[in-house]
């Protein structure tokens, strides 16, 4: 039933409203960094209406894409690629789906300063 993602972008104190990507979320790490020139560092707003914008762009048809509520890592076994949780201030991805987390490192070099 799907590929299923959410994308949520946090800096400790804020966070953003979650991205759904209901056929895409194999993609989600591609998308992130086809994203990073476009980000802006330590604001989650801001990130979150870009890499929406990079999704829209690159899902065919601009379907499966949407905002939903933030989900927790409690909600992660709902989607099957999981939920990956952006730091705008330091670019560390953690991918949560059920009991698993996974780490990851995006190249923070290549998002402007403001």
């Known amino acids: 039933m799907g590929s299923r993602a959410a994308v949520v972008f946090v ?5 953003s409203p979650g991205i759904y990507l209901h056929w895409d979320g194999h993609q ?3 998308l992130l960094e086809e994203a990073l020139p476009r980000l ?3 604001d989650v707003g801001y990130s ?14 601009n379907l499966s894409l949407g905002l939903i509520a933030p989900p927790s890592r409690d909600d992660s076994d709902v989607f099957n690629h999981g939920v990956f949780y ?9 991918a949560c789906r059920g009991n698993s987390i996974i ?9 402007p300063e403001g």
């Open 28 to 30: 989600v790490q591609g």
């Open 103 to 111: 780490r990851f490192q995006l190249d923070k070099s290549k998002v």
């Open 11 to 15: 800096d400790g104190d804020k966070t």
């Open 40 to 42: 802006r560092r330590g």
């Open 86 to 94: 952006v730091n705008v201030r330091t670019w560390e991805v953690e």
């Open 48 to 61: 979150a209406a870009r890499f929406c914008g990079v999704c829209h762009e690159r899902i065919s048809g």
